[in-house]
């Protein structure tokens, strides 16, 4: 069957650290992945895409990898600040929908 | 930037009775928008794709005569649920189809609205 799986466990770090989230599908062959931030009781809020041909994505402090013979993505904050507290979800398309996984709550402590 | 406006955010209704939500692309056309529906501490789960002028698709499992969708005009979808009853109680969520930098597609999501069926 086709799963999208998360650390389903919050991620609890130190503001100044490096978090990392993973993403690992199954039975899916995405074009491209996605990752979006989700606030309580909002909308998620798209923050970066990488293609199925592209290593690695960089935004800001933002880093997503994609290993497509691994079937997962990873998704780094580095200089983690308690702002960026909330959950990110990871999605991917899925015959012109977008499939999200079930997300990991990431809360960053001073 | 693209702006998903979704009213209304919060509603209570009694059981038996019908809630229409209105999900509104503010500054672009949106010929396509995704509904999802999304229980707490679990996934978004899509309940169906809402195209401009046509029937929306449902997923497998989602009641087309329960959830209404209606996409009349390239900046308007609206979800009916006919007939709440407690279960329907839920986050409902829409987003619209944007374009990334990449040129790929990327949903730009509306805050949701939180239903509660008495």
């Known amino acids: 069957s086709q799963k999208i799986e998360q650390n389903s466990e919050a991620l609890n770090i130190q503001e100044g650290k490096t978090a990392t989230l993973t993403c690992n599908y199954t039975n899916y062959s995405p074009a491209y992945l996605q990752w979006y931030r989700q606030d309580p009781g909002r909308g998620p809020v798209f923050l970066l895409l990488?293609?199925?041909?592209?290593k690695e994505k960089r935004k800001e402090r933002l880093k997503v990898t994609f290993d497509t013979t691994l079937k997962q993505s990873l998704f780094h904050i580095t200089a983690s600040q308690p702002a960026d507290s909330a959950t990110y979800l990871c999605a991917l398309d899925n015959t012109d929908k977008l499939i999200f996984g079930t997300g990991t709550r990431l809360q960053v402590f001073p | 930037g693209a702006v998903v406006s979704q009213h209304p955010s919060r509603v209570i209704c009694k059981s038996g009775t019908s809630v229409k939500i209105e999900c509104r692309s503010l500054d672009f056309q949106a010929t396509t928008m995704f509904w999802y529906r999304q229980f707490p501490k679990q996934s978004l789960m899509l309940m169906a794709t809402?195209?401009?002028?046509?029937?929306?698709?449902?997923e497998q499992g989602v009641e087309k005569d329960k959830f209404l969708i209606n996409h009349a005009s390239l900046t308007l979808s609206t979800l009916t649920v006919t007939s709440a009853h407690p279960e329907d109680s839920s986050f409902y969520i829409c987003?619209?189809?944007?374009?990334?930098?990449?040129?790929?597609?990327?949903?730009?999501f509306g805050a949701g609205s939180r239903l509660t069926v008495l």
């Open positions: 990488i293609r199925e041909n592209e």
């Open positions: 987003s619209a189809e944007t374009f990334a930098s990449s040129g790929a597609n990327v949903l730009t």
């Open positions: 809402s195209n401009e002028g046509s029937k929306a698709t449902y």
